[in-house]
């Protein structure tokens, strides 16, 4: 219903910011990496996911398209709702939580609040097996070396962090498009990844 909201910064509270669009205030429950840098007064443009539960609305803000993508992978996850997926979104930018699936790194996950050991097992065999599944069906990104996607030929650091940007929800054509052109031979994979995501971004 509503892919971004643009306006001036009118309160920013804890895990909240209130964007003014023409006089009309947007409440945006958001993370602590957004909230950063947002300043109250000043123009901001927010991505956003409308949730509709049972009895609730609630319109959730992020500050980059990698964030409000991994929102939406994380709330796909059977058991996570949208104040968990917040919670994990402040302690872990995109990046680290895309290299933390991957890796399996459970640890990184269970520094958030209330995410406890099994939830972070979870999220991690939910979303490798996710983006396993849409890998397979798209021909594209299997994990091994030396493969081609796009023009992209797959070094174990590349294929590392296109399977990360899959984890994070895009497409096959989308994460060969943003690895063109990146030093993946000689980046570490945190940067490749944040480079690619910037690329996407633009």
Do not use: W
Not at 11 to 32: H, K, M
Not at 98 to 109: H, N, P, R, V, Y
Not at 149 to 170: I, P, S
Not at 173 to 180: C, D, I, P, S, V
């Amino acid at each position: 219903m509503f892919y971004y909201v643009n306006g001036t910064v009118a309160e920013v509270q804890p895990n909240l910011a209130v964007i003014d669009c023409g006089g009309v205030g947007y409440a945006c429950a958001t993370t602590s990496n957004t909230l950063s840098g947002l300043k109250k007064g000043e123009r901001a443009k927010l991505y956003t996911y409308l949730h509709v539960a049972e009895n609730a609305f609630g319109l959730y803000g992020f500050g980059s398209v990698g964030e409000l993508n991994s929102f939406k992978m994380l709330i796909g996850v059977s058991g996570v709702g949208p104040k968990a997926a917040l919670a994990i979104l402040s302690v872990s930018t995109p990046e680290t939580l895309a290299m933390s699936i991957i890796t399996g790194d459970e640890k990184t996950l269970t520094v958030a609040p209330g995410i406890g050991k099994k939830i972070a097992q979870r999220i991690i065999l939910e979303l490798k097996d996710k983006m396993t599944r849409e890998s397979a069906a798209s021909g594209g990104l299997a994990l091994g070396t030396g493969r081609a996607c796009g023009g992209v030929v797959l070094t174990n650091k590349a294929t590392e962090a296109a399977a990360a940007l899959g984890v994070l929800g895009y497409s096959t054509a989308e994460t060969a498009a943003a690895l063109k052109g990146v030093d993946v031979e000689n980046l570490p994979l945190e940067e490749i990844i944040r480079a690619g995501l910037k690329k996407m971004a633009r």
